[in-house]
């Protein structure tokens, strides 16, 4: 910020005919900043002598706490002079209008204060309530994914169907290393979204496996399931093993968050009178965050 005798030079030199690039190189400052507060001092000149009443000056703190109430939707300057015309004001449209425009930048509170951090210090979740479709959860990860995305982090999203069949498909054709490697090893998170909904074969549930022992301890692993951690066996083939030692590499480093409630689509079912009964297929929702 400058000195007041520096604000004092500019406008000395200005009124001396120099233009903004002489005083800038006269006074060794930035043209911006010149211009900036030769812009200031117009409008100071400008504004009206603080000792000198204005016809409207009566009227401005019931014109202000108009607008305010008003506010977020804006009142034409004609309905507003009517309002002080019968409290007495004498003066013109244009004189009001002005003062409106000042007006404009008043905002409302807002509602949440924000913040940001770096990176991974906090996290900001959005519920979503769909009519039609998955439970809220994968709304949840999706948005999880996409804000990775937008801070620079290569993320990868595929459902654990999808990714079983791209596996198997690269083990017949001799390029399950390569796969692995690309897919797999290189984006820094990888969703792995509806893990249990659909049982696995065993070799579909071994090179399963594959993909959380590549991402162990070097990249991050968000996975959603519909079943508890004890079920896990039945995706895996039932394989009990396989699966001790799945688990045991996931929840070393993990958070677990567990969201308990029925399926929308039987809240829509219900709300249409088709099931009648609440009775049972209530489901708890995991997301596991694995870093």
Known sequence: MLTREVIMEIRVLARQGLG????????????NTVRKYLRSCAEQ??????GRTQKLDPFKVYLHDRVRAAHPAWLPATALLIEIRAMGYDGGLTR??????????????????????????????????????????????????????????RTRFISAADLVI??????????LAEFLKRNISQPRLLIIDEVGYLPLARDDANLFFQVIAKRYEKGSVIMT???PFGQWDQTF???????????????????????????????????????RSRASESADQQLEIHA
Do not use: C
């Open 225 to 227: 399931s519909n079943l």
């Open 45 to 50: 000149d400008r504004a009206p002598r603080s």
């Open 237 to 275: 083939a039932g394989d009990q093993t396989l699966t001790a030692a799945l688990l045991d590499r996931l929840l070393h480093h993990s958070h677990v968050l567990q969201i308990k409630g029925e399926s929308y689509r039987l809240k829509d079912k219900r709300k249409a009178g088709v099931i």
């Open 20 to 31: 903004i690039r002489e005083i800038s190189r006269e006074l060794g400052l930035s043209r």
């Open 166 to 175: 791209a596996l198997a498909a690269a083990s017949r054709q001799d390029r």
């Open 96 to 153: 009001l209008r002005v003062y409106l425009r000042s007006l404009k930048s008043i905002k409302a509170p807002e509602p949440l204060v924000r913040f940001e951090t770096d990176p991974g210090q906090q996290m900001q979740v959005d519920w979503i309530v769909f009519r039609r479709g998955k439970l809220p959860l994968s709304a949840f990860v999706a948005t999880l994914g996409y804000i990775a995305t937008q801070m620079g982090i």
